[in-house]
């Protein structure tokens, strides 16, 4: 079996109500909607963090673009899109 920890947060009135009328709707109790709100958050930030470190990895191993070169890139993009929207 799962355990699990008890939390407390302070939350303001009007995102209460909003909570208490989804769980209304749900059938579900507000431990479980607020459990799986800081689960998605989490998981979020996670993910958030991971793509963080990609982008640290990437400029430790010297794989990065230099600003004129990345404008360049950008601007061939937007010229490409705009050849193919004119066609």
Known sequence: MTKHSVISARIDPET????????????????????QAVRHAAEQEARFAAFLQEGRDDIAAGRVVDH???????????AGHEARCTE
Do not use: T
């Not at 109500?17 to 749900?26: N, S």
């Open 68 to 78: 004129a070169e990345a404008l360049k890139m950008m601007d061939d993009m937007i």
């Open 16 to 35: 209460l109500e909003l909570v208490d009328r989804i769980v209304a709707e749900q059938g579900r109790s507000r431990a479980w909607f607020i459990a």
